[in-house]
T-cell receptor, first 115, second 117 residues
Framework: GAVVSQHPSWVICKSGTSVKIECRSL??????MFWYRQFPKQSLMLMAT?????????EQGVEKDKFLINHASLTLSTLTVTSAHPEDSSFYIC???????????FGDGTRLSIL | AQKVTQVQTEISVVEKEDVTLDCVYE???????LFWYKQPPSGELVFLIR??????QNEISGRYSWNFQKSTSSFNFTITASQVVDSAVYFC??????????????FGTGTKLQVIP
């Protein structure tokens, strides 16, 4: 089955640090990748949709300059949380889909803790 | 605007009982897809099923079955003879074509299922 690798799985860092999270589709070409944020006991909140070779589409309320997304190839998308602060602490999940309406395949998520 | 509602926030059942998780959606599109995902305590999301808006056939996969009723905009999920390993949060999701022809997915708030041995 389709495999999506997300790295790192856990990050603890000081306030003000920038953190990069990678999302790779290992066995298929992902035309679209999605980035979600999930707070404890809550649903997934879509942050942005990333299409290979074009700028990401951000959801309302998500700061583009804060959460930088790059989708440089059909197998890799990155999310960089710039100058992270404690309120950015959350569970970030990426997913990838090879075509519209196809199921999203999720990475295992990244737990980000900002001290 | 699209919306997915899962009114059951938490359900507890005793092992071997059947349980149904409800999902109601709203959309203006005629073409859309519905999904169910499972999120066990470890956190990763597992795809369970996809249904398109033109296919109202119910589906059964082992102990899992899904009932899609377009007339009531519902896509309910039943687990038969539940097992402890079924304990997880289950998300219903709706996929439509967003602006620019890209996929836009909306997740429900999830239903936490606890199966008690």
């Amino acid at each position: 089955g389709a495999v999506v690798s997300q790295h790192p799985s856990w990050v603890i860092c000081k306030s003000g640090t920038s953190v990069k999270i990678e999302c790779r589709s290992l066995d298929f070409q992902a035309t679209t990748m999605f980035w979600y944020r999930q707070f404890p006991k809550q649903s997934l909140m879509l942050m942005a949709t990333s299409n290979e070779g074009s700028k990401a589409t951000y959801e309302q309320g998500v700061e583009k300059d804060k959460f930088l997304i790059n989708h440089a190839s059909l197998t890799l998308s990155t999310l960089t949380v710039t100058s992270a602060h404690p309120e950015d602490s959350s569970f970030y999940i990426c997913s990838a889909s090879y075509r519209i309406y196809q199921p999203q395949h999720f990475g295992d998520g990244t737990r980000l803790s900002i001290l | 605007a699209q919306k997915v509602t899962q009114v059951q926030t938490e359900i507890s059942v005793v092992e071997k009982e059947d349980v149904t998780l409800d999902c109601v959606y709203e959309t203006r599109d005629t073409t859309y897809y519905l999904f169910w995902y499972k999120q066990p305590p470890s956190g990763e999301l597992v795809f369970l099923i996809r249904r398109n808006s033109f296919d109202e056939q119910n589906e059964i996969s082992g102990r899992y079955s899904w009932n899609f009723q377009k007339s009531t905009s519902s896509f309910n999920f039943t687990i038969t003879a539940s097992q402890v390993v079924d304990s997880a949060v289950y998300f219903c999701a709706l996929s439509e074509e967003g602006s620019g022809g890209y996929q836009k997915v909306t997740f429900g708030t999830g239903t936490k299922l606890q199966v008690i041995p």
